[in-house]
């Protein structure tokens, strides 16, 4: 805002409309948290999943292992002593020469210190490397003690580093220029205005603390965004099938399913025109079929593992060749998406059911030995609080497995929004990949047990027979089709490193690719964005870090490539295919009620099977009856 005649420094960006609007929203928020605490009260609340015994155990003997190292001890303390005399020295050399203080440096990504007052003004620059110095220093000393098994270090890490990062000088009015600025500009406007944002988020959350990352009134799904055309063929209890409308005269004869996570919704593969990989294998001549999820009720609680596989990619390969004909199709899995197709490929395997002819993972992991700070949630203890409280409402709620997530990046998506929405007092941006990140589901408590149990915690699915799904022992080294493997290097929800070593199980061809970025950003990464970039390395029988060194980097995106590889396993092109011209009828328009959580809309009748102009129906196996898919 700029400064009018006569106005001071101090009224520059006061405006009294703002008092009363945000006073008539704490009233309004504050109200209603009041009524509903007392509620949560007498009904005895909601579930807590977190396991306090879990967080306190490796402390425990974390500093039981610190007190038998005297030397230990001594070292950190000559360290913190030696550090701040470089401090100190640093600050009066600073005093002097008018240079700001450099004794230690932000990771490389922290945005936290940005504000040219943290290098320009002498006492916030103290502050912010102190804060970096001690900081430092805590993660060093975890470092140092010997003899502290690998999931406790780990553990202290996590839990300390949280800490660390909640006291760091940006999250306070007086420690932090930008905030103190605003502050003394608006009069204190700014902090009214973030209260009563505080209370809006906790009012909208029902009482968990759930900061606002995007503005929610921003996008509209099927419109904004998951608008790629397309229709619903197909639907059961657990899943809608979206069929995309082709955009070109020919397209691959195998169709293209793809199995996307069921935490979240589907359309992270499709944010919109630019973003959207499931436009771009469209746009490549791909006959693309996607599952999108039901969000589980208390009603689904039964729902398992070999019910997501029966009634998800099972369901719909009986589904897409009533649909188009074809009995052969390829595959694409995210995330745990990937996880389940594996399982899937496996089953079919001990089965002799070859319509699966090639498989894409991106950021999938089939080895759980090492899944990141995700371990620090993953044991007995932490396990059975979240099987109770699944047990109590059927299912584990998007809030909780959204809040684990968001602590693994804490600084980037929660202390950041905690800046911005209540001290600064601003609105939350449109923020597309933001929006779907609080888009949560709910994970139905059998499979999620199933899931905790069998991959993290015992890691079960690399084993031979390890796992039983719908009566069959499953063995991903029976898994013999090629496969395409797509991590990112700075994942921190599925490593790549366990990604590779997960490729290492099937028994088939593996291309791995390794692009850059995160979870997200390193998947959904356009070709036009022209960032990042990805590393291949032909040979994948060494290990992860050898492999690394030895891999030609590329750059830009990684999807080119994949188109190149999966052009060998098309199987020949056919003529575009329309959803609704096969033998399953157009349900409603793409995305469907599921991605909405509405109601889905009755299934018509299947009519008889016909053939579509210009092909002949898939031969199936001799003395193998044709399933319909359950409707």
Request: include cysteine; proline fraction near 7%; hydrophobic fraction near 40%.
């Given at each position: ?477 029976k898994v013999t089709v090629p496969s395409y493997f797509a991590s990112a290097i700075e994942d921190h929800i599925a490593p790549w490193t366990s990604c590779y070593r997960g490729a290492g199980y099937l028994a088939g061809p593996v291309r791995f690719v390794l692009g850059g970025s995160g979870h997200i950003a390193g998947i ?108």
């Amino acid at each position: 805002m700029s400064k009018r005649s006569g106005e001071t420094d101090l009224q520059v960006g006061f405006e009294p409309q703002d008092v009363t609007t945000s006073l008539a929203r704490v009233a309004k928020h504050g109200s209603r948290l009041f009524a509903r605490s007392v509620a949560r009260r007498l009904q005895g609340g909601r579930p807590n999943p977190v396991s306090l015994k879990s967080v306190a155990k490796p402390f425990v003997r974390f500093t039981g292992k610190l007190a038998t190292q005297p030397d230990t001890l001594v070292t950190a303390q000559m360290r913190l002593v030696q550090q701040a005399t470089l401090l100190w020295t640093s600050a009066l050399i600073s005093a002097m020469t008018k240079e700001p203080v450099r004794v230690a440096e932000p990771a490389r990504g922290d945005g936290r210190f940005r504000d040219p007052a943290w290098q320009e003004a002498g006492l916030f620059n103290l502050t912010q490397q102190a804060y970096l110095m001690t900081s430092s220093w805590v993660m060093d000393t975890i470092a140092d003690v010997r003899d502290l098994n690998e999931q406790d270090r780990r553990s202290v890490r996590f839990f300390t580093g949280q800490v660390v990062d909640a006291v760091a000088p940006s999250n306070f009015i007086l420690t932090n220029p930008e905030v103190l600025r605003a502050t003394v500009r608006t009069r204190g406007t700014n902090l009214l205005r973030g209260l009563a944002n505080l209370l809006r988020d906790l009012d909208e959350a029902d009482g968990h603390m759930a900061f606002r990352m995007t503005d929610p009134d921003a996008f509209e799904v099927g419109k904004h965004l998951a608008n790629t055309p397309g229709d619903v063929v197909y639907q059961n209890e657990l899943m809608q099938l979206i069929q995309y409308r082709p955009t070109t005269e020919t397209v691959h004869r195998r169709p293209l399913l793809v199995v996307p996570p069921w935490i979240n919704k589907y359309y992270i593969l499709d944010l919109g025109e630019k973003n959207s990989f499931i436009r771009y294998w469209v746009e490549h001549g791909h006959t693309v079929f996607v599952i999108s999820w039901m969000n589980p009720g208390p009603e689904h609680a039964h729902k398992g593992f070999d019910n997501y596989m029966l009634e998800g990619p099972v369901a719909a390969l009986d589904a897409i060749e009533q649909a188009t004909g074809e009995r052969e199709v390829n595959t694409v899995g995210y995330c745990i998406g990937g996880t389940l197709l594996g399982s899937t490929l496996a089953w079919l395997a001990a089965r002799n059911d070859e319509r699966i002819k090639s498989a894409t993972f991106l950021n999938a992991m089939l080895d759980f030995s090492d899944v990141g700070d995700l371990a620090v949630f993953v044991d007995e203890n932490m396990i059975a609080k979240i099987e109770k409280a699944m047990n109590k409402q059927g299912y584990l709620d998007g809030v909780t497995m959204a809040g684990a997530f968001n602590l693994l990046r804490a600084n980037s998506l929660l202390w950041s929004c905690f800046v911005r929405n209540y001290l600064l007092g601003q609105d939350a941006p449109a923020f597309d990949l933001l929006y779907w990140n609080a888009d949560t589901t709910r994970l139905p408590a059998a499979m999620h047990s199933f899931y905790l149990r069998n991959m993290y915690l015992n890691n079960k699915l690399k084993e031979p027979g390890g796992i039983e799904l719908a009566g069959t022992r499953i063995d991903l080294g029976k898994v013999t089709v090629p496969s395409y493997f797509a991590s990112a290097i700075e994942d921190h929800i599925a490593p790549w490193t366990s990604c590779y070593r997960g490729a290492g199980y099937l028994a088939g061809p593996v291309r791995f690719v390794l692009g850059g970025s995160g979870h997200i950003a390193g998947i959904i990464n356009p070709p036009a964005k022209k960032k990042y970039g990805y590393r291949v390395n032909e040979d994948n029988s060494m290990p992860a870090e050898v492999w690394l060194q030895g891999a030609k980097a590329f750059e830009g995106s990684w999807w080119p490539d994949w188109v190149a590889w999966a052009e060998q396993f098309g199987g020949g092109k056919v003529p575009a295919r329309q959803p609704g011209e096969g033998a399953l009828p157009v349900i409603e328009p793409a995305p469907g009620a599921y991605v909405r959580n509405e109601p889905a809309p009755p299934t018509p009748a299947v009519p008889k099977p016909r053939r579509a102009a210009g092909r002949k129906p898939a031969a199936g196996k001799k003395g193998t009856p044709r399933k319909k898919p359950a409707t």
